[in-house]
């Protein structure tokens, strides 16, 4: 009797290890482990609020999706990240010139060589982007554009107006923001020009990039000219289509008014 005693104690006992053992290694997360079917939701680094494997999929495409679901127009950065303007800032800024042409070809003056001259179509626009970059943060981005205007006369002189010194910048994105606030790493400023040459009348640009940070840089690019291409001349009128008389044929086509857009030939004769 004792010893079927002994043995059923012994069974208890072994029972409760097991399912010790069995809790332990259901608590291998600690306080922060899930029941069975949940898991952590994982929607930042250290979220383990328990939510069901449905629930965590659709925070990760939530996340995925945070970027598409903001007001782009509420953005304090259209362009580069968002940093905290400094008190000081030693270092320079970067700024790049893209000129768009009618065609659709960019220039750039990340590439080099670059033209100190660009010419497009008579009266065709051309679309200039300045981007700044600063690590600690853009105060502004300027293009400065003198425009510079000529006429000629009858025997081709000139008389030009222009480009002059400008007051202001024709084109900037300037940050009003002081430090301590929020700040970007990148700005842009676009401008449109219409170059035009003709026999009297021409219109072209002087262009100079400037870029600014908070703690006083400046770079300037060298000047770039934006000229238009000269119009071509007119084309002469086409001289009338010949009638052919009753002695002739026409070696080509008749039109409907009795012309032929061809040779006329005598009747007698092979058309070449």
Request: charged share 20%; net charge positive; hydrophobic share 30%.
């Amino acid at each position: 009797m004792k010893s079927e005693q002994f043995f059923l104690g012994f069974l208890v006992m072994l029972a409760l290890s097991s399912i010790t053992a069995a809790a332990r290694a259901e608590c291998s997360f600690g306080r922060d482990t899930c029941l069975q079917g949940y898991v952590w939701r994982d929607a930042f680094p250290g979220d383990h609020v328990c939510v069901t494997v449905t629930t965590r999929t659709q925070t990760a495409h939530d996340n995925s999706q945070a970027d598409a679901r903001r007001d782009p127009n509420c953005a304090k950065c259209l362009a580069g990240r968002e940093v905290v303007i400094p008190s000081g800032d030693k270092t320079n800024p970067t700024v790049v010139l893209d000129i768009q042409l009618p065609n659709g070809q960019i220039l750039s003056t990340s590439s080099s060589p670059f033209p100190s001259k660009v010419t497009a179509p008579s009266g065709s626009t051309v679309k200039l982007t300045a981007k700044a970059s600063d690590d600690q943060g853009v105060k502004d981005v300027q293009l400065w554009i003198g425009t510079e205007s000529c006429s000629f006369d009858s025997e081709g002189n000139a008389t030009c107006a222009g480009p002059g010194l400008l007051g202001k910048p024709t084109a900037s994105n300037r940050d009003t923001g002081s430090p301590g606030q929020k700040g970007c790493t990148e700005r842009r400023v676009s401008h449109e020009l219409i170059a035009r040459k003709t026999s009297s009348v021409s219109v072209s640009y002087e262009v100079s990039t400037h870029a600014l940070n908070f703690g006083g840089g400046e770079v300037q690019l060298p000047r770039i000219l934006v000229e238009a291409q000269p119009s071509p001349p007119p084309r002469p009128p086409r001289p009338p289509l010949p009638r052919c008389s009753s002695t002739q044929k026409c070696c080509g086509v008749v039109n409907s008014d009795g012309r032929c857009d061809g040779q006329c030939q005598p009747r007698n004769s092979h058309c070449r």
